[in-house]
């Protein structure tokens, strides 16, 4: 019943820009905490952005070039993404935290930087 649908993923070259959206379904989504997390071959999944009552946070790593925002009446969050770097490249995942002890993922998006 709970759905998260990420697009938006692709090729860029290095110094580009991509955005990603997140669409949800079967939650309340103006109730819930929202984020990107991203995993590159080799390493852990770590967090990129949230955003929750207004309130966003970043990895260190994005700071100044990445952007999260969500529009509760169409129930998306997404991720602005400039000034891309070959170290960006992994998969990103879209996060939903009901608040009520669970939590939904989609089902990524592929996110490649290269020349």
């Known amino acids: 019943q709970v759905q998260l649908v990420e697009s938006g993923g692709g090729l860029v070259q290095p110094g580009g820009s991509l955005r990603l959206s997140c669409a949800a379904s079967?939650?309340?989504?103006?109730?819930?905490?929202m984020g990107w997390y991203r995993q590159a071959p080799g390493k852990q999944r770590e967090l990129v952005a949230r955003?929750?009552?207004?309130?966003?946070n970043y990895a260190d790593s994005v700071m100044g070039r990445f952007t999260i925002s969500r529009d509760n009446a169409k129930n998306t969050v997404s991720l602005q993404m400039n000034s891309l770097k070959p170290e960006d490249t992994a998969v990103y995942y879209c996060f939903a935290d009901s608040g009520c002890g669970d939590d939904y993922w989609g089902q990524g998006t592929q996110v490649t930087v290269s020349s």
């Open positions: 079967g939650i309340i989504f103006s109730m819930s905490a």
């Open positions: 955003i929750i009552s207004g309130r966003t």
